[in-house]
């Protein structure tokens, strides 16, 4: 079975050469990530220019997109036959709560996802020292799990692992997608010549308390496994604004044309 790599950090970064490296004992391990680091860039895809894809060795490739590009790239032009898994990571920086929206660390797995592949993305908590053994390890037995037991179709797996020794992980939770509350994100600054400029930043910690939540159990010492699903839908809310239908719905009478 083929099992790709890739990741939003970059094909150089070191999380990835360890995450591949971690997942060989379980099948034939291919790695198709960014020619450059490409965080946050969500689940864009490139449409106005072709891809260029360089071999950087035997079954590494680079490919000058988005990590979107590189799991299309890589499963309709690169790999000899569809993967069985995607594993995307081991990203430099957690992967919680509403962060999930802007990833391309999970922006990758999720189009695995929409390509029925079963899918993973993998991140290290932390803004330096990553000990991305640690999350290797667990990914590898999580990637093994879903290899044994398989996956709900339309769903992947966003893992976060706390930045810390193997022997210090306290274990592992089952946990939902967390919330953060936003606060001066956005910082205003002016340049050497007088011009106003924006740098995106800010608060970082401000959390909805949650016992169940993914970043509450990082904070805690366990690896947080958030299953998350491609259908965006609100389901309760669509059944309780049914009735707009009939509201909104123009009378055609009283139209002009």
């Not at 997942?23 to 220019?49: I, Y």
């Not at 029925?116 to 993305?121: E, K, L, Q, T, Y």
Request: proline content about 5%.
């Amino acid at each position: 079975m083929i099992i790709l790599a890739t990741n939003d950090d970059g094909v150089y970064s070191p999380g990835l050469k360890i995450l591949a490296n971690a997942l060989k004992h379980l099948g034939d391990v291919w790695v198709v990530a960014p020619d450059r680091e490409q965080s946050a860039v969500s689940h864009s895809l490139t449409l106005h220019r072709p891809l260029l894809v360089e071999e950087v060795m035997e079954r590494v490739y680079s490919v000058n997109g988005t990590p979107t590009d590189c799991v299309n790239v890589a499963v309709h032009g690169i790999l000899p036959e569809r993967p069985g898994l995607v594993v995307s990571g081991i990203n430099k920086g957690g992967n919680l709560g509403d962060d999930v929206t802007y990833s391309g660390t999970v922006s990758a797995a999720l189009e695995a996802a929409i390509m029925g592949i079963p899918a993973i993305a993998v991140s290290m908590v932390a803004r330096e020292d990553f000990l991305f053994q640690t999350g290797a390890d667990y990914a590898a037995r999580l990637a093994g799990q879903v290899i044994r037991d398989g996956m709900k179709k339309d769903t992947l797996l966003n893992v976060n692992v706390p930045n810390i020794g193997p022997d210090e992980i306290k274990g592992v939770r089952i946990t939902r997608q967390g919330r953060r509350v936003y606060g001066g994100s956005v910082l205003e600054r002016i340049d050497p010549r007088g011009k106003k400029y924006f740098w995106i930043g800010g608060d970082t910690d401000n959390w909805v308390k949650d016992p169940l939540a993914d970043h509450e159990a990082v904070k805690a010492g366990y690896i947080s496994i958030t299953p998350l699903m491609l259908d965006l839908t609100d389901h309760g809310y669509l059944d309780k604004i049914k009735g707009w239908e009939e509201i909104l719905t123009p009378d055609k009478s009283s139209l002009s044309f």
